[in-house]
């Protein structure tokens, strides 16, 4: 036999340098020290390059992606890697059951903390944000990802926005036809209008598009022309009314602010009206709604995008307004057969034509309601249904069908961006409009003789319309046909159908953010040449805007095109680089297109996306947008992106608290009383950080150092040690309750970092993460070590031939484990591990044909233990990553024995284990002569044995 005996202190080393035939018996005396286990795989996969895939192979495809994630100076905290963890997991088990797994990681790195922090210090976004990233690396790598890490991308790398200042192009110079159903390019366009004009043009484009002849657009100048085009491109520039946070000084997306102010900071953002970019996002809006239909997503989330794009079947009415000659406003509605019931228009006070429609008497009145108005976010104003506010404009318009003089309003309620901006006023048919009718004194006209004059009417409540002879008595069907057959008949009205969405601002006024590929030549936009691009962010003297209110690009210094023409100053919003990001990934070093054909023929699409629920209606929806135009325009396959979404839950924190002691006038004192003694004293609950408590006792000394003021502290203790409270609460710095992944990586290992956050619970759900557990988990690790190592610590494994309850054990985990993957129910894998373990250990298995088949299932859960294991065993292939799975065998579950309780009188005396397949009188044969079951007969003869297969035997005296 050969013996090697490695000492502790060399482990790490030469357990690199150790090679063991596989033909040979050997014992190697090595405890379990997952460190040096680990840092050896991480070298080992990265020296490798193990997870590097191919964009060719025989094997089966499978894109697992996630969401990639912000560099932020805090680095990862224990919840981040919640949904990495769980991806990992299952790309390591479909490379074990053959697929070519695509698996890669890159970061979302422009955005807002690194300007703010730039402003702060002056230091370039960019080398803060290199130096997040190379945080993150290590955290990433430190828990043991299998991301193929030659395929990383960084928005912020020029070489990436390269192709989404590109994609921003396509975008530019393409229409939307609803003939084709589908993006055009702007080419197809042109010539239609230089051969027909407008005629037959059913494009998705902006309200004051003009109709003109083939000769009237070849007499337009280029000027006129491309401001016409600028009507109908997807991507384009217009006025519209923004969110405006003058403290971070940009625009923001109705996502990012909560309650009136910005999420990032909570700074006032207040309504206005800009020069902005747009994506033409609604063109998609019906795509977008029937693509949901087609992907595996929560019903969640799919139900939160269905109701962001708010589809409504209803009709347009146009109301004539006298004082404005020809003009008219119009209004989107889809109760049109409650037009008899309208009492006033009411505008939202963006509207375009408040300021034509104040009379002069009004206008103070007005004006002030506008300011008021600006103070408020949208989100605010649609969820403040009970609050009542508004404002006269002074104006009439005449109702469509009777001609009677119908008021104008201003009010909160009714928002620009939705439908027209204007609603007609129905306070028998809304509860909105009710309330503000009621509030302010307008005539509530009923609808039909059966409703209610106190809330939302009902099209099948059964009652005669009233109030008209055109549809009095009618059905509520025909009404609403025989109202647009007139509306439309005298140019009135017609039936349409709206969406809720609006179109994706496509601005921020900032620094750190793509570059718009754009230059203006005499106030026209126009698109750079291909050639010139990446066009690469300028240097500036602040990362302010100018003193003249242009963005900080206003102060890169002759910042021109071709030296003559101003670019644009906006830069581009955080989820642009993010609508597209997966492609990249499948051939991230192309140079001279976002992927090659070959790499997106073969990936196609990703097969499973995990990330936050909180980017439904903001990273998923544009991604899905841009997908559907890159495939219109023949650059990608797949008409959604991904097939299948998971939504991970979140950790939550474990806050401990420190019970400080009132004095008489209820200042805190300098002491601390233990939990269980506080309801004896006046207190105050004080969080503690979570680092210096153990199982909710408190180390005294760190809490000493962990502030000035507590340098004295006095402790009044419960049976000689201080117990903390805790609470579960989001997990953040304030609230000293944010545990870094290394400190506990370094105690316990990433393997047991990896499966406690998955014993935690399940993966969609949120749960609070409690250290106290963890030492659990890294004991089965430990447990699971020792099945192949004798009680010195030496590796002592089998050739033996296993047993069946052996076989039985691993053939339970094989298929558990396949079952739980597949559904993606990790937590209850980590559960079946354990007791797989524990009943190899009662039975004292040391088989290589069960614990080298069980390092392969347990491979995607732990996989730098299993490395080590597979290796100890002789395996020369050098990677366990590349295995295959074990087939599972349902004949080993097939039970052929039973352990049957054996009662005499029925009192269970012993259990004798019997084959299954026994007939009734050989079972009372083996029964009745057990040697041990005589000694609770005491020689009385037996009257009867009552006898249940697979159940009980039972013997009567």
């Given at each position: 036999m050969i013996m090697i005996l490695l000492r502790v202190d060399v482990i790490s080393s030469i357990a690199q340098k150790i090679v063991i035939s596989p033909s040979l018996p050997y014992t190697v005396a090595m405890d379990y020290h997952h460190r040096a286990i680990e840092r050896k795989w991480q070298q080992f996969w990265a020296d490798n390059r193990t997870f590097r895939v191919s964009n060719a192979s025989d094997k089966p495809k499978y894109y697992v992606l996630d969401m990639f994630p912000y560099p932020s100076g805090a680095g990862?905290?224990?919840?981040?890697?919640?949904?990495?963890?769980?991806s990992d997991i299952f790309a390591r088990y479909k490379r074990l059951k053959g697929f070519n797994v695509l698996h890669p990681m890159g970061y979302d790195s422009f955005g807002l903390p690194a300007e703010q922090y730039a402003i702060q210090t002056g230091q370039h976004p960019a080398i803060t944000t290199e130096a997040n990233i190379a945080r993150y690396r290590e955290q990433l790598d430190n828990i043991g990802f299998s991301f193929d890490w030659e395929r990383e991308v960084r928005t912020s790398d020029p070489l990436f926005y390269k192709w989404t200042q590109w994609i921003f192009m396509q975008l530019f110079n393409a229409w939307y036809d609803k003939s084709r159903d589908c993006a055009v390019p702007i080419d197809k366009l042109v010539a239609h209008f230089e051969t027909h004009g407008t005629q037959n043009v059913h494009a998705v484009c902006d309200e004051d598009t003009h109709f003109f002849t083939a000769d009237e657009w070849k007499a337009f100048t280029d000027g006129e022309k491309q401001r016409e085009l600028l009507k109908y491109r997807l991507a384009y520039l217009r006025e519209s009314t923004v969110n405006w946070c003058a403290a971070l000084g940009t625009v923001l997306a109705n996502d990012e602010v909560v309650n009136g102010v910005s999420e990032r900071g909570g700074y006032p953002v207040e309504q206005k009206k800009m020069m902005q970019w747009s994506m033409r996002i609604t063109a998609y809006a019906e795509r977008l709604l029937k693509g949901l239909e087609t992907i595996d997503w929560p019903e969640p989330l799919v139900e939160m995008q269905r109701n962001w794009i708010g589809k409504s079947v209803g009709a347009s009415v146009r109301f004539a307004v006298p004082a404005l000659g020809d003009r008219s406003i119009e209004v989107f509605t889809t109760r049109v057969d409650t037009i008899y019931g309208v009492n006033a228009l009411v505008l939202a006070p963006e509207h375009e034509l408040v300021g034509a429609l104040t009379t002069g008497e009004q206008k103070a009145e007005v004006d002030a309601y506008i300011a008021q108005t600006k103070k408020k976010s949208e989100l605010d104003r649609m969820a403040d249904v009970k609050a009542v506010s508004g404002a006269f404009t002074g104006s009439y318009a005449a109702h469509p069908l009777t001609g009677k003089d119908v008021p104008i309003w201003i009010a909160d309620y009714v928002l620009a961006g939705y439908g027209t901006g204007a609603v007609m006023a129905v306070p028998s048919g809304d509860q909105r409009d009710y309330l503000f009718s009621s509030h302010f004194g307008l005539p509530i006209i009923p609808i039909s003789d059966a409703q209610q004059l106190d809330g939302q009417a009902d099209p099948t409540k059964e009652g005669r319309y009233i109030n008209s002879d055109l549809i009095n008595g009618m059905t509520y069907a025909e009404a609403v046909d025989t109202l647009i057959t007139k509306l439309e008949s005298i140019g009135a009205g017609k039936a349409m159908i709206n969406y809720r969405m609006r179109d994706a601002i496509f601005g921020r006024q900032r620094y750190w953010g793509e570059p718009v590929p754009v230059y203006f030549e005499g106030g026209i936009p126009r698109l750079i040449d291909e050639q010139d691009l990446p066009l690469l962010?300028?240097?500036?003297?602040?990362?302010?805007?100018?003193?003249?209110?242009?963005?900080?690009?206003?102060?890169?210094?002759?910042?021109?095109?071709?030296?003559?023409?101003?670019?644009?100053?906006?830069?581009?919003?955080?989820?642009?680089?993010?609508?597209?990001?997966?492609?990249?990934?499948?051939?991230?070093?192309?140079?001279?297109?976002f992927a090659s054909k070959e790499a997106i023929g073969y990936w196609k699409d990703v097969?499973?996306?995990?990330?936050?629920?909180?980017?439904?209606?903001?990273?998923?929806?544009?991604?899905?947008?841009?997908?559907?135009?890159?495939?219109?325009?023949?650059?990608?396959?797949?008409?959604?992106?991904?097939?299948k979404l998971i939504n991970q839950g979140m950790i939550q924190g474990r806050s401990n608290f420190v019970y400080r002691v009132l004095d008489g006038e209820g200042k805190g004192t300098n002491t601390f009383v233990s939990h269980g003694l506080k309801d004896d004293y006046r207190t105050i609950a004080l969080h503690v950080d979570v680092n210096i408590v153990s199982n909710d006792v408190l180390n005294l000394d760190e809490f000493r150092k962990f502030r000035p003021d507590f340098a004295d502290a006095e402790f009044i203790l419960e049976n000689g040690k201080y117990v903390c409270g805790h609470e579960v609460e989001k997990m953040s710095k304030s609230k000293y309750n944010v545990v870094n992944p290394d400190d506990i990586i370094e105690q316990y290992g990433a393997d047991t970092l990896r499966m406690y956050e998955m014993f935690l619970g399940p993966l969609e759900q949120s749960k609070p993460w409690n250290t106290n557990g963890i030492e659990g988990v890294y004991k089965f690790l430990r447990k699971f070590w020792k099945l192949f190592h004798d009680a010195a610590g030496n590796l002592a494994v089998s050739d033996e031939a296993p047993s069946k309850a052996e076989l039985k054990a691993l053939h339970k985990i094989i298929k558990k484990v396949e079952e739980d993957v597949e559904r993606f129910s990790f937590n209850t894998s980590v559960s079946s591990f354990m007791i797989c373990v524990n009943e190899l250990t009662d039975l004292k298995c040391n088989k290589r044909a069960i614990l080298q088949e069980l390092c392969v299932v347990l491979q995607p859960y732990a996989p730098h233990i299993t490395e080590e294991l597979w290796e100890l065993l002789g395996n020369a292939s050098g990677t366990l990553s590349y295995a295959s799975y074990p087939a599972f065998n349902p004949s080993y579950l097939v039970e052929s024995e039973f352990a049957y309780p054996v009662s005499v009188n029925g009192k269970t005396r012993m259990n004798l284990t019997l084959p299954l397949d026994l007939a009734q009188s050989e079972v009372e044969k083996a029964v009745l002569e057990n040697e041990d079951l005589q000694r609770y007969l005491e020689g009385k003869p037996v009257k009867k044995v009552i006898y249940v297969k697979g159940r009980i035997v039972n013997v009567v005296v």
């Open positions: 990862l905290h224990v919840g981040h890697p919640l949904g990495y963890i769980a962010l300028p240097e500036v003297d602040k990362y302010l805007p100018t003193e003249t209110g242009e963005p900080p690009l206003g102060r890169a210094k002759d910042w021109k095109y071709h030296g003559t023409f101003d670019y644009e100053l906006s830069t581009m919003p955080g989820w642009a680089g993010s609508s597209w990001y997966w492609y990249r990934y499948m051939d991230a070093q192309h140079t001279e297109a097969d499973l996306y995990i990330g936050g629920s909180e980017h439904a209606t903001g990273h998923l929806l544009y991604s899905r947008f841009w997908n559907k135009f890159l495939k219109d325009m023949g650059y990608v396959m797949e008409e959604e992106p991904f097939k």
